[in-house]
């Protein structure tokens, strides 16, 4: 199936209180066990030295989760709609962990135009996560010279997306099955995130072709794709 670029950002209020009200909790407890399991068997312990940095916050639930799972580190939530790092905040304010949320705060700035701020300049990250962010870019090159500029040497890189279905039929499929638990708005965003998609062997040959052949790119079962390691 031909890849057909979405909006990079999701700007529209009333889109993104049904994408905050939205149940993802499944998909974002599985993502946090994925990366503390990475960094588990690479021997990575993160503590109060230490930078967190989650690329395309949307309204904060990764960033809620990454800084719960690791009260002492610094997390930074990091996305360019201004909707949703109102929203971030807002979560943040009204959450019942809020005294857990201490070490977090959110940014608004489009990912393109990270390197030209200096705030993160404070210490290195590092880990720097994404979720269901790589599709919203339109050109590859965009994300990856983001996450080198980001990078150092202790950087672990965690990104986390949709794998672009082969045909129609599975992309239908697919919302068929979403349109059960979702509604209509969420439905038809999900279907045109997977028609954004990109596929294992895009994202493979990219870092291959890159100089990033340090990234792994893993295929998580047959709906996810995961890009990992140390730029």
């Not at 290195?124 to 979720?131: D, G, T, Y």
Request: aromatic share 8%.
């Amino acid at each position: 199936m031909e890849r057909i670029p979405e909006p990079e950002l999701m700007e529209k209020k009333d889109q993104v209180i049904y994408y905050d009200e939205a149940d993802f909790s499944e998909g974002e407890v599985n993502l946090i066990n994925q990366i503390n399991h990475y960094l588990l068997r690479k021997n990575i312990s993160l503590g109060e030295k230490d930078l967190i940095v989650d690329l395309g916050c949307g309204p904060g639930n990764i960033s809620e989760k990454l800084a719960i799972k690791w009260p002492s580190t610094k997390v930074i939530g990091i996305d360019g709609s201004k909707e949703m790092i109102l929203r971030a905040e807002y979560n943040k304010k009204i959450s019942t962990n809020q005294k857990q949320l201490k070490n977090l705060r959110y940014i608004c700035s489009d990912i393109k135009d990270i390197k030209s701020n200096n705030f993160l300049l404070e210490k290195k990250i590092s880990l720097l996560v994404s979720n269901s962010l790589i599709h919203h870019i339109t050109h590859l090159e965009d994300f990856f010279n983001t996450i080198r500029i980001l990078s150092s040497n202790i950087t672990v890189n965690f990104h986390k997306d949709l794998k672009r279905p082969l045909d129609e039929k599975s992309a239908l499929e697919l919302k068929a099955k979403c349109s059960i638990k979702y509604n209509e708005i969420l439905t038809n965003d999900y279907y045109a995130s997977l028609r954004a998609s990109y596929t294992f062997k895009e994202l493979k040959n990219f870092t291959l072709e890159n100089d990033l052949s340090s990234l792994d790119v893993f295929e998580d079962s047959d709906k996810y794709l995961i890009v990992y390691g140390n730029v």
